[in-house]
């Protein structure tokens, strides 16, 4: 029989905010050491009171946006009660009755097609703290506690492995182009529902949850795996299959059963009295729509237009300051192909040469654009670009000054070329000799003496051309 | 005061309940779980009293989380089950001026009223929240004990308005506690609840009828169920609060740890076990069942609804009369009883005052009685305490 998977995705996201989500401490990269970033508040001392950061409500409203999904303007918290040592107050505040976002949207591509996956519904909770484990000890680090996370709930929609990876690059892309999240290892972490059914039939079979994975890869294997298991024992009977809750061991490949104890609670969900609910008035909405980065779909699309290529999209995507560089040097009348190059290529080299990024903000679309148009109406070649970007991000050099100060912008035409060659032919009899008795090394020695009379001006095509054609004459 | 209290400072004025944090001084809110711990900041109250200039004379005993009847189970207290509202007798023989104390079930104006004191539970959102050692956050509040209605409506400004650190907490930066004129106004005696007082409360009550009259304020009677359907909403909303909010009280970061576990499990269950008082494990299960799946729809969340139905019906009432005025306890005086008795006489006592806790209206003991009033209506209140103290003169 043929069998269609059904699967369902829970994906939690941390935040880029700079404070945690009900109390000032620093988000948790700002720590260095466990307990770093800590509070009477986030470690869950008497007396505290949450605070709520408005940021995490922009950002989660932005991510719905994102997504296609209904804003609620009137939004609630609830606390989930269960005691476990990285729990500082035995209960997270999360949001069951009215979460932020409702109803989304969010079209997936892959080999087998492009198809619409529903979103639930966004949700803005706290994460928790985390244990390390010592000999006989375990230790409580509360710096990821109030770290703000958003989880995006969707229907039953996934219907391939594929389909569920290509649904979190997406949002890997989206969140990291909108200022959302920086995604990076951990920050990401999906529960995923599966069942399968026979193909057409319209009823769910026995779904089970696998809790708490990071890596798509073990996402992608998981599924695969589980799949399998299921298809194994509705086709040969192999096992009963039960509503549960698994864990999925990257070693083996496998998934595991957890403990009913862990999975059966009673989370006793009531709403958080210290919490007033949150109104979203039109105005803020606006707001936020306004300050909403162009989607990253859109952008997809203007960048192939442009003959970009995929990976080159990826990457420009994978990191807003970069596809903002980009925006930023067409809108000053660059070409967007080249200027893709320029960025992806030159830029990325020289930046990371230098042990710097693109975060560090040496390279401004002012003056990327400035190199990029001398280069394109010929006043400097392009070698000569990139002795100018070099000096802009190891010196801080001004372009225009550099190449005037460095003699670079001298427009050469081919008998300018050919008046510096004749000279270096007459100034090394010699050389010339040699090259012409065979010896070709010495070409190497003429090209050199015309391009250092040149100071890096002129095509150096050109020049070789030119010094060829008057070596064999 | 060393009976009531820890000594903090011998010249100080004004004592504060244990339930509130003062910075450095130990804080236990009367339970042996938070023993040894050490609070980092001052409840937001604390420090405007001191900004003030007032002086912290010392911190009261209470009864573990506010509670049991009047303070009467206070691990910190040298006799369990005997102590009558530490704060409330503090001021009543003169140690101090005033004391803060944080109304959540009643507890607070009970003691007030058997001590013969004034205690003002205000409006809900007034006062700062911050530093509270909080059970029911969506009714408790941190109220005043004094022993005029003048002393409470001084130290009400002081520690009243807005704090950005309380979500909770109303915009309004100050409030006008000054007593207002009681002449002209019409309160109302709620009859069927001093049906139910002792002989001693009833006279209590009468002669707060006789010094409303001569004070030319129109008293009438009127039946009221309100108060028992807003004591059973209050009881699952308060328990289950606390319940939610004392679980954070795990033996893993702070408080009590049983010397004995062999795992996380045993941890938790031995260092609670041994933390906890019967009555503060009474009202955990209690609010623990009423926060069960099976039990929410029929419990909490119809409390909630209970809760909008009964502030509807309160502010018509409060359209026909200024305030009500009831018993603050049924029973006039304390006598010493186990504490394994002690969830079912609050519950029975706390008829007379929940209400206010439910809805977050303000509510005054005073002369061993109590007035209710619509919300931010303290002066009104403090005005009917004024003529009260006169007792017909």
């Given at each position: 029989?043929?069998?269609?998977?059904?699967?369902?995705?829970?994906?939690?996201?941390?935040?880029?905010t700079e404070s945690k989500i009900f109390c000032s401490c620093g988000g948790?990269?700002?720590?260095?050491?466990?307990?770093?970033c800590v509070c009477p508040a986030c470690s869950g001392m008497p007396g505290m009171l949450p605070i709520m950061n408005k940021r995490v409500v922009e950002l989660?409203?932005?991510?719905?946006?994102?997504?296609?999904?209904?804003?609620?303007?009137?939004t609630t918290f609830?606390?989930?009660?269960?005691?476990?040592?990285?729990?500082?107050c035995?209960?997270?505040i999360?949001?069951?009755?009215?979460?932020?976002?409702?109803?989304?949207?969010?079209?997936?591509?892959?080999?087998?097609?492009?198809?619409?996956?529903?979103?639930?519904?966004?949700?803005m909770?706290e994460?928790?703290?985390?244990?390390?484990?010592?000999?006989?000890?375990?230790?409580?680090?509360?710096?990821?506690?109030s770290?703000p996370?958003?989880?995006?709930?969707?229907?039953?929609?996934?219907?391939?492995?594929?389909?569920?990876?290509?649904?979190?690059?997406?949002?890997?892309?989206?969140?990291?182009?909108?200022?959302?999240?920086?995604?990076?290892?951990?920050?990401?972490?999906?529960?995923?529902?599966?069942?399968?059914?026979?193909?057409?039939?319209?009823?769910?079979?026995?779904?089970?949850?696998?809790?708490?994975?990071?890596?798509?890869?073990?996402?992608?294997?998981?599924?695969?795996?589980?799949?399998?298991?299921?298809?194994?024992?509705?086709?040969?009977?192999?096992?009963?299959?039960?509503?549960?809750?698994?864990?999925?061991?990257?070693?083996?490949?496998?998934?595991?059963?957890?403990?009913?104890?862990?999975?059966?609670?009673?989370?006793?969900?009531?709403?958080d009295a210290n919490l007033m609910p949150i109104v979203i008035d039109?105005a803020w909405?606006?707001q936020?729509?306004?300050?909403?980065?162009?989607?990253?779909?859109?952008?997809?699309?203007?960048?192939?237009?442009?003959?970009?290529?995929?990976?080159?999209?990826?990457?420009?995507?994978?990191?807003?300051?970069?596809?903002?560089?980009?925006?930023?040097?067409?809108?000053?009348?660059?070409?967007?192909?080249?200027?893709?190059?320029?960025?992806?290529?030159?830029?990325?080299?020289?930046?990371?040469?230098?042990?710097?990024?693109?975060?560090?903000?040496?390279?401004?679309?002012?003056?990327?654009?400035?190199?990029?148009?001398?280069?394109?109406?010929?006043?400097?070649?392009?070698?000569?670009?990139?002795?100018?970007?070099?000096?802009?991000?190891?010196?801080?050099?001004?372009?225009?000054?550099?190449?005037?100060?460095?003699?670079?912008?001298?427009?050469?035409?081919?008998?300018?070329?050919?008046?510096?060659?004749?000279?270096?032919?007459?100034?090394?009899?010699?050389?010339?000799?040699?090259?012409?008795?065979?010896?070709?090394?010495?070409?190497?020695?003429?090209?050199?003496?015309?391009?250092?009379?040149?100071?890096?001006?002129?095509?150096?095509?050109?020049?070789?051309?030119?010094?060829?054609?008057?070596?064999?004459? | 005061?060393?009976?009531?209290?820890?000594?903090?400072?011998?010249?100080?004025?004004?004592?504060v309940?244990?339930?509130l944090l003062i910075q450095?001084?130990?804080?236990?809110?009367?339970?042996?779980?938070?023993?040894?711990?050490?609070p980092l900041f001052s409840a937001e109250v604390v420090d405007r009293l001191q900004q003030k200039?007032?002086?912290?004379?010392?911190?009261?005993?209470?009864?573990?989380?506010?509670?049991?009847?009047?303070?009467?189970?206070?691990?910190?207290?040298?006799?369990?089950?005997?102590?009558?509202?530490?704060?409330?007798?503090?001021?009543?023989?003169?140690?101090?001026?005033?004391?803060l104390?944080v109304?959540?079930?009643?507890?607070?104006?009970?003691?007030?009223?058997?001590?013969?004191?004034?205690?003002?539970?205000p409006t809900y959102g007034t006062v700062s929240r911050y530093g509270v050692i909080s059970?029911?956050a969506s009714g408790e509040q941190v109220g005043?004990?004094?022993?005029?209605?003048?002393?409470?409506?001084?130290?009400m400004t002081d520690i009243a308005g807005h704090d950005p650190k309380d979500g909770t907490c109303l915009k309004t930066e100050t409030y006008?506690?000054?007593?207002?004129?009681?002449?002209?106004?019409?309160?109302?005696?709620?009859?069927?609840?001093?049906?139910?007082?002792?002989?001693?409360?009833?006279?209590?009550?009468?002669?707060?009828?006789?010094?409303?009259?001569?004070?030319?304020?129109?008293?009438?009677?009127?039946?009221?169920?309100?108060?028992?359907?807003?004591?059973?909403?209050?009881?699952?909303?308060?328990?289950?609060?606390?319940?939610?909010n004392?679980?954070?009280?795990?033996?893993?970061?702070?408080?009590?740890?049983?010397?004995?576990?062999?795992?996380?499990?045993?941890?938790?269950?031995?260092?609670?076990?041994?933390?906890?008082?019967?009555?503060?494990?009474?009202?955990?299960?209690?609010?623990?069942?009423?926060?069960?799946?099976?039990?929410?729809?029929?419990?909490?969340?119809?409390?909630?609804?209970?809760?909008?139905?009964?502030?509807?019906?309160?502010?018509?009432?409060?359209?026909?009369?200024?305030?009500?005025?009831?018993?603050?306890?049924?029973?006039?005086?304390?006598?010493?009883?186990?504490?394994?008795?002690?969830?079912?006489?609050?519950?029975?006592?706390?008829?007379?005052?929940?209400?206010?806790?439910?809805?977050g209206?303000?509510?005054?003991?005073?002369?061993?009685?109590?007035?209710?009033?619509?919300a931010f209506?303290?002066?009104?209140?403090?005005?009917?305490?004024?003529?009260?103290?006169?007792?017909?003169?």
């Amino acid at each position: 029989m043929k069998y269609e998977l059904v699967i369902g995705l829970e994906t939690h996201v941390e935040l880029s905010t700079e404070s945690k989500i009900f109390c000032s401490c620093g988000g948790h990269s700002a720590a260095n050491e466990p307990n770093d970033c800590v509070c009477p508040a986030c470690s869950g001392m008497p007396g505290m009171l949450p605070i709520m950061n408005k940021r995490v409500v922009e950002l989660a409203v932005t991510a719905g946006l994102m997504l296609n999904c209904e804003i609620n303007r009137y939004t609630t918290f609830d606390k989930k009660n269960y005691y476990y040592p990285d729990l500082p107050c035995a209960y997270q505040i999360t949001q069951i009755n009215h979460p932020i976002c409702v109803n989304g949207l969010v079209n997936v591509k892959t080999s087998q097609g492009a198809r619409d996956i529903r979103i639930k519904q966004i949700h803005m909770e706290e994460d928790a703290g985390k244990l390390v484990h010592s000999g006989n000890s375990s230790f409580v680090d509360f710096n990821r506690t109030s770290v703000p996370l958003i989880e995006i709930v969707t229907q039953p929609d996934f219907r391939s492995a594929e389909e569920v990876v290509t649904y979190l690059n997406k949002l890997k892309s989206m969140f990291r182009s909108g200022g959302i999240s920086e995604c990076e290892e951990g920050a990401m972490r999906c529960d995923v529902n599966i069942s399968v059914r026979p193909e057409g039939s319209e009823e769910f079979g026995v779904r089970t949850e696998i809790k708490n994975m990071s890596s798509f890869e073990a996402i992608e294997k998981a599924i695969q795996y589980e799949s399998q298991r299921h298809m194994d024992a509705l086709e040969y009977g192999t096992e009963e299959l039960v509503q549960e809750t698994r864990r999925f061991d990257d070693v083996s490949g496998k998934t595991f059963a957890m403990r009913n104890k862990e999975t059966e609670a009673d989370y006793r969900y009531f709403p958080d009295a210290n919490l007033m609910p949150i109104v979203i008035d039109d105005a803020w909405l606006e707001q936020i729509k306004a300050d909403k980065p162009v989607a990253v779909d859109e952008k997809a699309e203007e960048y192939m237009a442009a003959g970009i290529s995929q990976k080159e999209i990826d990457l420009l995507l994978s990191d807003g300051k970069i596809s903002k560089l980009l925006d930023d040097t067409v809108a000053l009348g660059c070409d967007m192909k080249d200027s893709a190059t320029w960025i992806l290529t030159d830029c990325a080299g020289v930046l990371s040469k230098a042990g710097k990024s693109f975060a560090d903000g040496v390279v401004t679309a002012q003056n990327l654009s400035v190199i990029i148009k001398m280069v394109a109406d010929g006043t400097i070649n392009r070698n000569a670009g990139k002795k100018v970007l070099i000096a802009v991000v190891e010196q801080g050099a001004d372009p225009a000054a550099y190449c005037k100060e460095q003699g670079l912008d001298r427009k050469v035409d081919a008998s300018a070329i050919e008046a510096v060659i004749d000279g270096v032919l007459a100034a090394n009899p010699k050389a010339v000799e040699d090259v012409k008795g065979g010896k070709l090394k010495a070409m190497g020695a003429l090209f050199g003496a015309c391009m250092k009379e040149l100071k890096g001006a002129g095509d150096p095509a050109v020049i070789k051309q030119l010094l060829e054609q008057k070596l064999a004459q | 005061m060393n009976k009531f209290a820890v000594t903090i400072n011998g010249q100080g004025t004004i004592a504060v309940d244990d339930t509130l944090l003062i910075q450095d001084a130990p804080a236990t809110a009367g339970s042996r779980m938070l023993e040894g711990f050490t609070p980092l900041f001052s409840a937001e109250v604390v420090d405007r009293l001191q900004q003030k200039g007032y002086q912290i004379a010392g911190k009261t005993h209470v009864g573990e989380f506010g509670l049991d009847l009047v303070g009467e189970f206070s691990y910190t207290a040298p006799q369990q089950g005997t102590l009558q509202g530490a704060a409330a007798l503090a001021v009543a023989e003169g140690d101090v001026q005033a004391a803060l104390g944080v109304d959540m079930n009643g507890a607070t104006r009970r003691a007030a009223a058997l001590a013969g004191v004034d205690f003002l539970k205000p409006t809900y959102g007034t006062v700062s929240r911050y530093g509270v050692i909080s059970c029911a956050a969506s009714g408790e509040q941190v109220g005043v004990y004094a022993k005029t209605a003048q002393d409470v409506a001084k130290i009400m400004t002081d520690i009243a308005g807005h704090d950005p650190k309380d979500g909770t907490c109303l915009k309004t930066e100050t409030y006008d506690y000054t007593p207002a004129k009681a002449e002209g106004k019409t309160v109302a005696v709620v009859k069927n609840l001093v049906a139910k007082a002792d002989d001693g409360v009833k006279a209590k009550v009468q002669a707060a009828v006789t010094a409303l009259q001569a004070a030319g304020v129109t008293v009438v009677e009127i039946d009221c169920d309100l108060f028992a359907l807003a004591n059973t909403a209050w009881q699952i909303l308060m328990c289950a609060e606390t319940c939610n909010n004392v679980s954070r009280y795990d033996g893993v970061k702070y408080g009590h740890r049983a010397a004995n576990y062999k795992n996380i499990d045993e941890l938790y269950v031995n260092s609670r076990t041994e933390g906890f008082n019967f009555l503060t494990k009474a009202v955990i299960l209690y609010g623990s069942d009423v926060l069960s799946k099976n039990r929410y729809k029929d419990c909490y969340d119809k409390s909630l609804r209970v809760r909008r139905v009964v502030r509807e019906a309160v502010t018509k009432l409060f359209g026909q009369y200024d305030a009500l005025l009831t018993p603050a306890t049924f029973a006039d005086g304390y006598q010493a009883y186990e504490v394994t008795e002690a969830f079912g006489k609050v519950f029975t006592e706390s008829e007379c005052t929940a209400l206010a806790n439910l809805i977050g209206t303000p509510a005054l003991a005073t002369q061993g009685v109590q007035l209710f009033g619509k919300a931010f209506d303290e002066a009104g209140l403090l005005g009917l305490a004024v003529a009260l103290e006169k007792k017909g003169e």
